[in-house]
């Protein structure tokens, strides 16, 4: 548990501290902020693209190994990264350095659900929950105390340490379970899909700046489209397929897939935007907003490890639905935010947007990793942690544009460019407008949580009844 906490909170800890110092490495490095801007995308990217690939390789060759390979070339990427001598060596060595976090971020779901019964599986992968919170409060932290203090080197090198103890920790504790069939691996399919998820993440990526109608995106998206067919048909005909395409037959994988996305969407539009509402609408200071911005993974990182044993004790579905249904009211609270909102009422507010998704997000882990068979872990443990970067990049993108037009619709005249010049109303009203859209993305993930529960509770009376009929 130690082993694989330690990795999920060394990955989540260097998106948020990296965040913070993109201002600093914008003026160390004397460039551009859109070419600052790819010391995140390029990482994203990168972790995105590899990580289902690395779980089926995972599924092939056994997980430690690949685990700890991973935790060494994150460490050596974050040392050269302390290194970079412009923001170009920066960029490349960040993608080396996701390459090893696609390897521990893809893997480390999988391991606990291989190590744990089913009856601890919900109270592990809480825990793992819990560290993710952890990681996103520390990072801002961390990250302005390091760049305070010394200087931007230091925000790669705190990582070392960390690394160090992770590979040593892993290598004493972590099980060596290893498949007795060998496979061979889908480079086909491994390559369509990683064509196809490109296409689409640059597509909404840079769509946001040159506009979703520019003939470049189009293409992109036209490649995603064309490279995601291709994968389905190599899928269905390989004899060893990168996904086990009949794991989607299972209504509770797919299902909680599928909420898990829509959460995303929804709670990754929130991170990005909330900032804006704090700082440049309601006028809070910097070190104000990062403190406020804490109260969702604080109620995440509280109710994570508690909803994890509930759902070993109740049951998975029910804890999801009760999950959803507190994101989905406190995102309704969020939309009647106004002016004169003072810090107790914003915590008040979102506070049960953390406690929602700490409630649903590890019940809905362990359905999916316990509804996976036990060959293809890696893979499914991969493909949660797709639809977590997915909807991370599909939500900035969705709610980042839906906000500047309802901004724009408030304004009531063409503003300019940069929609954060218009009037706080009609910003403010924008922001309303979204978190009302978020609140109904999160009720139509409930709607299906819902039906799967009561589908299940009709086969689990089926079941029950089936014997005594044949008596």
């Excluded at 506009?211 to 994968?231: D, E, N, Q, S, T």
């Excluded at 924008?430 to 009709?458: E, P, S």
């Amino acid at each position: 548990m130690a082993s694989v906490a330690m990795g999920i909170f060394l990955s989540t800890i260097d998106g948020s501290i990296v965040n913070v110092a993109l201002p600093t490495l914008e003026r160390v490095f004397q460039t551009s902020f859109a070419a600052v801007q790819w010391v995140v995308l390029a990482y994203l990217l990168t972790v995105t693209t590899l990580m289902l690939s690395v779980g089926r390789l995972a599924d092939m060759q056994g997980k430690k190994r690949i685990y700890l390979s991973g935790f060494a070339i994150f460490t050596l990427g974050s040392v050269l990264c302390a290194l970079a001598w412009n923001v170009y060596a920066l960029i490349g060595f960040r993608v080396l350095q996701a390459i090893g976090a696609a390897m521990v971020m893809a893997l480390g779901t999988a391991i606990l659900t291989e190590s744990f019964p089913p009856t601890e599986r919900g109270r592990a992968l809480g825990i793992g929950g819990a560290m993710v919170s952890i990681g996103i409060v520390t990072g801002p932290t961390v990250g302005g105390l390091l760049l305070d203090a010394f200087s931007w080197h230091w925000i790669f090198l705190v990582n070392l340490p960390v690394g160090i103890a992770g590979i040593l920790l892993g290598l004493r504790n972590l099980p060596d379970l290893r498949p007795a069939l060998r496979q061979q691996f889908d480079f086909a399919g491994a390559f369509s899909l990683f064509a196809s998820l490109m296409g689409l993440l640059l597509a909404l990526t840079l769509g946001q700046e040159m506009g979703y109608r520019h003939p470049l995106i189009l293409g992109l998206l036209g490649l995603w489209l064309v490279m995601l067919a291709l994968f389905l048909w190599i899928e269905r005909r390989a004899r060893y397929p990168m996904i086990n395409l009949g794991m989607f037959r299972n209504a509770q994988f797919s299902t909680n897939l599928g909420t898990g996305f829509l959460v995303f969407i929804a709670t990754a539009g929130s991170t990005i935007l909330v900032p804006f509402l704090l700082q440049g609408v309601m006028g809070y200071d910097v070190r104000t907003v990062g403190l406020m911005m804490g109260v969702v993974p604080f109620g995440l990182g509280v109710m994570a490890p508690i909803a994890g044993a509930m759902s070993d004790r109740f049951g998975s579905r029910p804890i999801t639905v009760i999950g959803l249904a507190i994101v989905a009211v406190g995102f309704y609270s969020a939309s009647t935010l106004n002016l004169d909102t003072g810090i107790l009422g914003y915590v008040l507010r979102f506070l049960p947007i953390g406690i929602g998704l700490g409630t649903f997000q590890s019940p809905n882990n362990s359905a999916v990793m316990g509804a996976a068979p036990r060959e293809n872990l890696g893979v499914a443990s991969g493909l949660l942690a797709i639809t977590r970067t997915m909807g991370q990049v599909t939500g900035v993108a969705i709610m980042g544009a839906f906000w500047a037009s309802r901004v724009a619709a408030h304004s009531g005249a063409r503003v300019a460019a940069d929609i954060t010049q218009a009037a706080p109303e009609a910003q403010l009203f924008g922001f309303q407008d979204t978190f009302v859209l978020m609140a109904l993305l999160i009720v139509v993930a409930l709607v299906f949580a819902v039906r799967a529960l009561l589908l299940q509770r009709q086969l689990a009376r089926q079941a029950r009844s089936a014997p005594l009929s044949r008596l």
